[in-house]
């Protein structure tokens, strides 16, 4: 209701002001005669109104949406989604016919809806935003038939499985002016919005040292993902490795965001399979060392821990920040004791809905930080910096980063 009337106001005040700005500039400079003064008013309301209507009906026009490959695991995300409003599902396609199949019948589909194949999908039916829910290796393949075809792109992290395909894609977006984004579900935390606001803004930990992060589960057969999911996450082509890529994007992602797009010195990796009957191809296990100029980041995947976790702890030269899960937060610095906190998105500025963030960026209604979260620079800094974890881990020694 709020909202509701927050917009028939907006609509109200906006329409009031175009009139007297047309009132007084036609009949100040006597460019319409006084006996027509009534009469003209009424037409010049009407007409203004009728603007009005026009814009609201096209500003609140969903975005026709469309989703490349369904074998993520996250695809829920988007097709269990409530209708908000701001989406319109065009389409679906994946070239597995089996999958498309089990997916349509699990969230009632039309058949109309469901391709086998990305290109025909999109030239049939011309939507203006992809989400890319395939393998990370895809990502590339999504974005080369998006691009030239003018469609804004969002992919599940990380954006790409090697620094090769992400310069590529890098390239396609710029070349034709799409928005790629990448989407982490740390990204939506209350808590990680108000980390970035207390480290970057507000100085709270002083000088940032070292920044150690957490993120992994039991493992992906383990939690129970999908044959789908499996197939290519265990797969070190598709997925571009194991724990290490899936969740050693995270800290990458978040740390980029800390030090506002700081490139590294160098990465240290080591890699381990603990459970080589499962995980035969890639590791499990993955221990990284970011070093920057002024500070170090750890970062601890893994698809070994005994329950699901995504933390992270910063430490500065005077306080320290502990986010422990998306709501909680440990803060204490040289000015208060440690104090436990409960962060909410109304207390900030803070989307927890990606999907929503993708509409208002397109919309124009934000515009995607430097470094942010979401951001494709942020995103291709990540790929180099797993791309080095996995030559370090495989060379068995530290890879330098090249200097400016």
Known sequence: MKKGRRKFALFYVTTIKRIRIAYFYLFHR???????????????????????LQAEEKAEKPIRLAVAGMSHGHISFILGRPDKGDFELVGVSDPNSELTDWLAK???????????????????????????????????????ACAPRGIHVMVEKPLAVSVEHAKRMEELAKKHDIHLLTDYETSWYPTTAMTLNMVRDEKFVGEMRKVVFHHGHQGPKEIGCDKYFLAWLT??????????????????????????????????????????????????????????????????????????????????????????????????????????RQITAQDLKVYEDPFAYFADVLNGKITVEAFGLYSLENNVRVVEILDAARESAKAGKTVYFQAN
């Open 235 to 340: 797969d070190p082509v598709l997925n571009g490795g194991g724990a290490l890529i899936d969740f050693g994007c995270y800290g990458a992602n978040l740390m980029t965001a800390l030090t506002q797009g700081e490139k590294p010195i160098s990465v240290t990796a080591v890699t381990r399979t603990f459970k080589p009957d499962i995980y035969p191809k890639v590791d499990d296990e993955a221990s990284i060392i970011v070093s920057y100029p002024e500070s170090q980041c750890i970062i601890q995947a893994s698809w070994n821990w005994p329950f699901n976790r995504k933390d992270m702890e910063i430490y500065g030269n005077s306080g320290y920040i502990k986010a422990d899960n998306k709501h909680e937060m440990r803060v204490r610095n040289n000015d208060q004791p440690e104090k436990h």
């Open 106 to 144: 699990r969230y009632q589909l039309s058949s109309k809806l469901v391709y086998n194949d990305l290109e025909k999908m999109l030239d049939e039916t011309k939507p203006e935003a992809v989400v890319a829910f395939g393998s990370v290796f895809d990502h590339l393949a999504v974005v080369e």
């Open 30 to 52: 006597k460019l319409i005669h006084k006996n027509m003064k009534r009469i003209f008013l009424f037409i010049l309301i009407a007409f203004v109104i009728s603007l009005n």
